[in-house]
T-cell receptor
Framework: DGGITQSPKYLFRKEGQNVTLSCEQN?????MYWYRQDPGQGLRLIYY???????QKGDIAEGYSVSREKKESFPLTVTSAQKNPTAFYLC????????????FGQGTRLTVV | QKEVEQNSGPLSVPEGAIASLNCTYS??????FFWYRQYSGKSPELIMS????GDKEDGRFTAQLNKASQYVSLLIRDSQPSDSATYLC????????????FGKGTKLSVIP
């Protein structure tokens, strides 16, 4: 089955810990995205990548880091510098070209305990 | 900062009516526009994309784009209770960029 897989579905983090959220796609898409969604809010862009080994900061990149070593994978690390990380994290991928449509994984719900 | 604006709602319509959802954007060079539906606790699902001025129809859904007014809308005909969800407008912002910016969404309730 082609698609985007995020793991884990639920994640709990202790204060001061770094955690990494996984995102894998087998759609052969060039572009990949990470968004954060808070309750009752829209999607805010954290990072996006248009090609392997390249990525761009979005509107709320502080406290987050990413890598894009493979086309299929775009992991997001939530560092201890992110003071309010509890949120719903969504990964998306998109084919080449501005007309490419983006598709989302099922999301990871991160909670700080 | 490139912005995408939507009325947060809630927008309530009776079953069988037309629901009209609106979105404005600030980046004049934007070329690609998308509508997503998101049920509570779930990830967004793509409904439609539109790239040219005018209307684009897909079943009960019609997207309308007016680049001069920087306005995109989604009409849902014969609204059903299952259409109750939050509708997100997304815009590819920035020339030569794949940055995809979302509005905050409009919550739609279809009343049986």
């Amino acid at each position: 089955d082609g698609g985007i897989t995020q793991s884990p579905k639920y994640l709990f983090r202790k204060e001061g810990q770094n955690v990494t959220l996984s995102c894998e796609q087998n759609l052969n898409h060039d572009a990949m995205y990470w968004y954060r969604q808070d309750p009752g809010q829209g999607l805010r862009l954290i990072y996006y990548s248009q090609i392997v080994n390249d990525f761009q900061k979005g509107d709320i990149a502080e406290g987050y880091s990413v890598s894009r070593e493979k086309k299929e994978s775009f992991p997001l690390t939530v560092t201890s510098a992110q003071k309010n990380p509890t949120a719903f994290y969504l990964c998306a991928s998109r084919s080449t070209g501005q007309e490419g449509e983006a598709f989302f994984g099922q999301g990871t719900r991160l909670t700080v305990v | 900062q490139k912005e995408v604006e939507q009325n947060s709602g809630p927008l309530s319509v009776p079953e069988g009516a037309i629901a009209s959802l609106n979105c404005t954007y600030s980046d004049r060079v934007s070329q690609s526009f998308f509508w997503y539906r998101q049920y509570s606790g779930k990830s967004p699902e793509l409904i439609m994309s539109i790239y040219s001025n005018g209307d684009k129809e897909d079943g009960r859904f019609t997207a309308q784009l007016n680049k001069a007014s920087q306005y995109v809308s989604l009409l849902i005909r014969d609204s059903q209770p299952s259409d109750s969800a939050t509708y997100l407008c997304a815009v590819n912002t920035g020339a030569g960029s794949y940055q995809l910016t979302f509005g905050k969404g409009t919550k739609l309730s279809v009343i049986p």
